[in-house]
């Protein structure tokens, strides 16, 4: 049995536990919030025994075994650091870190206390995007990558009417890139590799932020076009193109239909059932990992994610987008 701890009281964490609940080996017994009425709201709302408002105290208690760090992106790093210092596993919500150092800092961490650190990327552990691993092999020579993930925000109204959320600000480490253009980051790098080159254009909000994108990667035989956006909305699939063939996926955040095209007029559904909560594959990697010991996953592998943060490093400075704690550095 793994006893976790969550921080953060939205819609993920939420889901989170909702998906856990129909795992073996999985209990909350803790959740952090800022405020004490809204940890007890979520406590309640849950059935958790624990309430916190201070992270030491959570990090310090014997009632959990790890944490779900689902905070703004800009203070995943630093409360993983004092999660995993406790020797507390941590299971944390994409973007791990906001930038490449943080990442870093995040690994070394959980090396030094010998826990298990996995970030919370779900499409890379669905059946479907297993499959499409699997099937790679038989459209030959990849040439290129369309990657397409644009889902409108309802935070984006209320930034049009002068509300700027957590989403949409800097202090937060938000954006598209970091909110929706990391899911095709981590498809792209998971199934090709780390690219050569880099290319960025964004969308400049007032705020600072990014609200849509463009990423063109290079790798040694294949160009990548991913294309992400949290102020549209797009119904357009993904689709790995080779030589003999092409492989089309709906919604590839979530892993949705399959299809196999090959050059030769055969045509092939791979789709596979999965969960209808998917956040279940991800917690099950986790609990299993943990039970065995182990310190890191071998398919959201820390190298994997100190790539995907290099990566989305490097578009961010081609767009000047900047977050709040950069600016102290």
């Not at 973007?95 to 690994?107: C, N, Q, R």
Request: hydrophobic letters at 35%; glycine letters at 8%.
């Amino acid at each position: 049995m793994i006893r976790f701890g969550v921080i953060g009281t939205n819609f993920i964490t939420d889901s989170f536990i909702e998906a856990g609940k129909k795992l073996a080996n999985f209990k909350v017994k803790a959740v952090y919030s800022r405020t004490s009425e809204r940890a007890l709201t979520f406590a309640e709302k849950h059935s958790i025994d624990n309430t916190f408002t201070d992270i030491s105290e959570m990090a310090s208690s014997k009632e959990i075994d790890a944490v779900y760090v689902a905070s703004p992106n800009s203070l995943h790093c630093s409360q993983a650091i004092e999660i995993m210092k406790a020797g507390k596993h941590v299971l944390c919500e994409k973007a791990m870190g906001t930038t490449s150092k943080e990442v870093e800092k995040m690994i070394k961490t959980a090396q030094e206390n010998n826990v298990l650190l996995m970030e919370a990327m779900k499409t890379t552990y669905l059946p479907n995007f297993k499959v499409i691993e699997e099937n790679i092999p038989r459209i030959g020579k990849v040439r290129k990558f369309y990657g397409n993930y644009c889902q409108y925000s309802s935070r984006y109204d209320k930034f049009k009417k002068g509300e700027i959320l957590n989403a949409f600000n800097p202090k937060f480490g938000g954006g598209a890139l970091m909110d929706i253009g990391i899911y095709l980051v981590y498809v792209d790098l998971k199934l090709f590799g780390k690219p050569e080159e880099v290319k960025c254009i964004s969308n400049i909000l007032s705020s600072g932020i990014d609200g849509e994108g463009s990423l063109l990667l290079k790798h040694k035989t294949s160009t990548s076009v991913l294309s992400y956006s949290k102020i549209t909305d797009s119904d357009a699939p993904s689709e790995i193109q080779g030589d003999l063939g092409n492989i089309i996926i709906d919604d590839i955040s979530r892993g949705g239909s399959v299809k196999l095209v090959l050059r030769d007029g055969t045509i092939e559904n791979l789709t596979l059932d999965q969960e209808e909560n998917l956040l279940c594959y991800e917690i099950d990697e986790f609990i299993s990992l943990a039970m065995k010991g182990k310190k890191e996953s071998k398919r959201n592998s820390h190298r994997l994610a100190q790539k995907v943060a290099n990566v989305l490093e490097e578009a961010r400075e081609q767009s000047g987008i900047i977050f709040g704690q950069e600016l102290h550095e």
